[in-house]
């Protein structure tokens, strides 16, 4: 995605430099050229075509929550089944709690 965004920055920079009237034969073989060039450096980027719904994002930044608050939950118990072990050798007698986290 940034190398795309780069190339429109670039492209839209100079337009913006050349003024309203860009629409010239000389601005259109700079952009022809610039196309060239970045084919010819990323000939695998050039060719793939990136097209990203905002349903399909909003599926993905979904998905990465509840991996996060999975992994958050594994990690208190964990946590908390290494202190309960802790508390168990302190005291000596073991208690009879479920390590099982509650679903």
């Known amino acids: 995605k940034q190398w795309y965004q780069r190339r429109v920055a670039i492209t839209a920079g100079i337009s913006r430099t050349l003024g309203p009237n ?21 000939p695998t980027l050039a060719a793939e075509v990136v097209e990203t719904t905002t349903k399909q994002r909003l599926r993905e930044i ?11 939950r594994f990690k208190n118990y964990k946590r908390n089944e290494a202190l ?20």
């Open 22 to 42: 860009n629409n010239t034969d000389e601005f259109d073989m700079i952009k022809e050229l610039m196309a060239e060039s970045f084919r010819a450096a990323f």
């Open 62 to 72: 979904r998905a990465a929550i509840v991996l996060q608050k999975a992994f958050r």
């Open 84 to 103: 309960e072990g802790i508390q168990q050798t302190k005291t000596g007698s073991p208690e009879s709690t479920s390590l099982h986290p509650k679903v």
